[in-house]
């Protein structure tokens, strides 16, 4: 619960990222919560992926626009978080968008 409100899929939050190892994408950043609403109603964790507006597009980073912004998310860096590092709620991603993160997650997974 972050404030007192479920962490839902679809959400983008703030994340405080750090610390971080290597390559892994940095400091507090929104990200789009990506773990199924079972996960999301029972665990302190959710799984997020990192939203960027920079760096070119692969078939892992999904674009999308957010807060009348066109970006990433990027799904090559997508990690479980504990709530506690959610800071605060930014709103929605589109509904089209949440799918094609969704449909490239199974496509990644599905071997």
């Given at each position: 619960m972050v404030g007192g409100?479920?962490?839902a899929r679809g959400d983008v939050h703030l994340v405080a990222?750090?610390?971080?190892?290597?390559?892994?994408?940095r400091k507090t950043r929104p990200c789009l919560i990506v773990s199924p609403e079972?996960?999301?109603?029972?665990?302190?964790t959710a799984i997020v992926a990192p939203m960027t507006t920079g760096g070119r597009a692969y078939p892992w980073r999904i674009p999308c626009r957010f807060q009348r912004r066109a970006g990433f998310v990027a799904l090559d860096q997508i990690r479980t978080v504990d709530v506690d590092r959610l800071?605060?709620?930014?709103?929605?991603?589109?509904?089209?968008?949440?799918?094609?993160v969704l449909l490239a997650l199974q496509e990644m997974f599905a071997a």
């Amino acid at each position: 619960m972050v404030g007192g409100d479920a962490v839902a899929r679809g959400d983008v939050h703030l994340v405080a990222l750090d610390p971080t190892v290597g390559s892994e994408i940095r400091k507090t950043r929104p990200c789009l919560i990506v773990s199924p609403e079972e996960l999301n109603r029972h665990l302190r964790t959710a799984i997020v992926a990192p939203m960027t507006t920079g760096g070119r597009a692969y078939p892992w980073r999904i674009p999308c626009r957010f807060q009348r912004r066109a970006g990433f998310v990027a799904l090559d860096q997508i990690r479980t978080v504990d709530v506690d590092r959610l800071s605060r709620r930014l709103g929605r991603l589109a509904p089209g968008s949440v799918g094609a993160v969704l449909l490239a997650l199974q496509e990644m997974f599905a071997a």
